[in-house]
């Protein structure tokens, strides 16, 4: 039977397939992602069952996960609280994903297909699309160039360790931002990896990643530094 919505215009949690503890952990850790719930935020377990329609089992096995995750701290006594990084904590992350991608991106220079170029290819072309129309501020994350090159490094382990750095790293980018200009930055950058990776140049998709992702950081803390200076003035998502 469909969902329907409640009084409220809240539409409960879908019930089919996933357990209700993955459902409830998917569309809280997109809240967080998104900055829908900000950085050092409560994230309060009735609250959250209520809004989905669901017990508070499933809501506090997802908060568990997600504290495991990076994205959520628990304390004795206090609760759930989003987690808040510090500028130290983006740099490091940022340390360990320059490397992981790095490596990621040589590997596939070498791995990837003919398929794995003309997706990537649609990607990239999508992605300018949406940002000349500038119609789309989370770009990066619905459509990720990064996502579909680690893919095709055709190393599991490699694209785990990527996923949990970059897990954590969304809530910086939940804070900060790519402003119009780096946005069209970051897509002359994919374009000049993705030239290195279609002519099957490991080191030079290499150094553009790590020429790109130095960028990015350097963006990451501007943005979060600001968001900081005036935090009434609110921040763009990533």
Do not use: W, Y
């Amino acid at each position: 039977m469909a969902d329907t919505f409640r009084l409220d215009g809240v539409l409960p949690i879908d019930r089919s397939n996933l357990t209700l503890a993955d459902k409830v952990e998917a569309r809280v850790r997109q809240q967080i992602v998104q900055g829908e719930r900000p950085t050092g935020s409560r994230l309060n377990e009735v609250e959250i069952a209520a809004d989905l329609g669901v017990s508070r089992g499933p809501v506090r096995e997802a908060l568990q996960r997600l504290a495991h995750l990076g994205l959520v701290t628990l304390e004795s006594h206090r609760g759930a609280f989003v987690r808040r990084l510090d500028l130290d904590e983006v740099h490091e992350l940022f340390e360990v994903r320059i490397a992981l991608e790095c490596e990621a991106a040589e590997l596939a220079a070498v791995r990837i297909g003919d398929d794995g170029l003309r997706e990537l290819d649609r990607l990239q072309q999508a992605t300018v699309s949406e940002v000349i129309q500038g119609q789309q501020p989370s770009v990066f994350d619905t459509l990720d160039v990064h996502d579909l090159i680690v893919r095709h490094a055709g190393n599991v382990r490699l694209a785990q360790a990527v996923a949990q750095v970059n897990g954590e790293l969304r809530l910086a980018r939940s804070r900060s931002g790519a402003t119009g200009h780096r946005a069209q930055e970051a897509v002359g950058e994919h374009r000049d990896l993705i030239r290195s990776l279609t002519s099957r140049d490991g080191e030079g998709a290499r150094t553009s990643m790590k020429s790109h992702l130095q960028a990015s950081l350097q963006n990451t803390l501007q943005m979060l530094r600001a968001a900081e200076q005036a935090p009434s003035e609110g921040a763009h998502r990533a």
